[in-house]
């Protein structure tokens, strides 16, 4: 393993910890008996308090210095004295480990007391401090100059959603995001099962990828010898606990699907699905309106929130807008009766790039996402879709060649879908076989017979209606965020790109040792004099060390800086 000067010296000061007889990852529990949230909010002088916590900063005046603790509530201020940690004889406590041994990014515990500075900062006197856990990697520095603008941030995307867990360090507003998550996921479940309704869990891995119209993973399961999918969806899972008499139930499900990654597509996402007995899309789509009413509340504190330039109202009830009225107003265009034919030759004719796989749905599907998704930025229904679209749900009870079903759009984009669910076996066994003729053509998204799932209808479900709700591109719109990878703790990246090796030679030392000697920046000018390299020599090993990242320059104000990057 390459290691950077940094990780080099922080490995040196690892083994003169042991050698001091200190244990860097001791295993022993560490009792906290406050946060530096409880500390803020029942602050009162002299109070004893325990915390623990990553330091993020200090700075070193002889014996004493100024550091900053940060946990999982936040951070606090703590001063360290040297006569107040070391009150004997021996200072090394202080004087080597404080001072010479301990890194940002380290993780301490810290025994003390409260006061208040000068200028009325809650501060915690150090009295003891532990070392619970030695950072051997650096933490990335950010600075910020008298003008407030911040220069060395974490703010490359694919490091961090890479190193999430040093972004969570650095940047602790993107904890608020997950925080947030989680209410949305809590407010849900509550919603749910004030309602009466069941949680539950269906199979990952499924003989036959059901349930939606998608392209599946495949494995390989060895002890069955048989193919496995990871599932597409769970609706058939669900649809099956309907027949065998539940009358309400749901799951939040990860869901995985060999497709295309985009700011609002990740290969693995969570959904939910929910499905009530003796409801239909109209029932639903008024339960739905209200669950999100209720979620948003939950979640920001009211019924709106923003998302780019828009303020969104979650408030019920929402719009409703027919797909044929929607296709009609922004294209011109009535898509009632028409052929496939008439509706590849009208899409080619606008813009759209159709193939001859696509049927009937697919076709419309493509025009209504084009010309007419964009345009629904408030929580608006789109209803009554075209039966080739919606394989799975009941034909529309008074509109010929339509289906009851809807999509919520918010800022042109689709979170919920939800149906009247198809409970004619052998109406859903016809639509199954007209998703094989598709699939024959060449559609690798249409759906599979399941014949299970045929079998359970024929025992008899009840009339019902479900929903599915995708929640990872909800709590993108309740948090203002465009990409779907900055509300995932872990999205999918492309394999990571090996890091250059390369050798330092001794000009190269000479300078990684004067700039690991103090902490921050320095200026370019004293590095270079302390370096006492020829002019050339310098140019050519300050090169090396910024062209490949070990070392970076930077101009603030009139002054040229260097530092470690």
């Not at 650096?138 to 694919?158: R, Y």
């Not at 009530?276 to 920001?300: G, H, R, S």
């Not at 699939?439 to 209606?465: C, K, N, V």
Request: one cysteine or more.
């Amino acid at each position: 393993m390459q290691l950077s000067e940094q990780e080099i010296i922080r490995r040196e000061k690892l083994n003169k910890l042991t050698e001091m007889g200190i244990n860097a990852f001791p295993a022993d529990e560490y009792t906290i008996t406050d946060t530096t949230e409880s500390i803020k909010q029942d602050f009162s002088e002299s109070k004893q308090v325990k915390i623990a916590g990553r330091l993020m900063s200090r700075r070193i005046q002889g014996k004493a210095s100024f550091a900053e603790l940060q946990d999982s509530k936040g951070k606090i201020q703590v001063y360290f004295n040297r006569d107040e940690i070391c009150p004997g004889e021996d200072k090394e406590l202080y004087n080597e480990v404080y001072k010479h041994l301990l890194d940002i990014g380290d993780i301490i515990g810290i025994e003390g007391e409260l006061f208040t500075t000068q200028v009325g900062e809650m501060t915690v006197l150090v009295k003891n401090f532990t070392l619970l856990t030695k950072a051997l990697r650096p933490l990335p520095q950010a600075k910020t100059d008298e003008n407030g603008v911040v220069h060395d941030g974490f703010t490359d995307p694919e490091l961090r959603y890479r190193q999430r867990y040093v972004d969570l360090t650095v940047n602790p507003q993107v904890k608020e995001i997950f925080v947030k998550r989680t209410k949305l996921f809590n407010a849900m479940r509550t919603f749910f099962n004030d309602a009466g309704y069941f949680e539950v869990e269906t199979p990952i891995l499924q003989s036959i990828p059901g349930g939606a119209a998608a392209k599946p993973f495949i494995t390989h399961h060895n002890a069955l010898d048989i193919p496995l999918y990871l599932r597409i969806a769970n609706e058939l899972y669900l649809k099956r606990l309907i027949v065998g008499g539940f009358d309400g139930v749901y799951e939040f499900s990860k869901n995985f699907r060999n497709e295309g990654m985009d700011r609002t597509h990740n290969p693995e996402f969570t959904a939910m699905e929910i499905y009530v007995a003796y409801k239909d899309y109209n029932w639903m789509m008024d339960f739905t309106e209200k669950l999100l009413e209720f979620c948003a509340t939950q979640v920001n504190g009211n019924a709106e929130s923003t998302f780019g330039e828009h303020t969104i109202n979650w408030k019920a009830p929402y719009p409703r807008v027919s797909m044929t009225e929607a296709i009609l107003k922004f294209t011109g265009f009535d898509i009632t009766g028409k052929t496939e034919k008439e509706l590849y030759d009208f899409a080619k004719s606008i813009g759209i790039e159709v193939n001859e796989t696509m049927g009937k749905g697919k076709l419309i599907d493509e025009i209504f996402g084009e010309k007419c998704e964009g345009n629904f930025i408030q929580p608006t229904f789109i209803t009554d879709y075209p039966i080739e679209m919606s394989p799975l749900t009941k034909k529309h009870r008074s509109k010929e060649g339509l289906t009851e079903r809807f999509e919520l759009m918010v800022c042109g984009k689709e979170i919920a879908n939800a149906y009247s669910e198809l409970n004619d076996p052998i109406d859903q066994r016809e639509r199954f076989e007209a998703q094989m003729t598709l699939s024959e053509r060449g559609d690798d998204e249409a759906m599979f017979i399941d014949q299970d799932f045929l079998r359970a209808l024929e025992y008899g479900m009840p009339p019902t209606s479900g929903l599915g709700i995708g929640m990872d591109r909800l709590i993108m719109f309740l948090t203002d965020n465009a990409s779907i990878q900055e509300v995932l703790f872990f999205p999918q990246m492309r394999p990571e790109k090996a890091v250059p090796q390369i050798e330092l030679g001794e000009d190269e030392k000479v300078i990684l040792e004067i700039l690991n000697s103090q902490e921050g920046a320095m200026s370019l000018a004293e590095v270079k004099e302390r370096s006492q390299l020829s002019g050339k020599k310098w140019d050519k090993a300050s090169k090396t060390l910024t062209k490949n990242n070990i070392v970076k320059v930077e101009k603030i104000d009139e002054n040229l800086l260097m530092k470690l990057a």
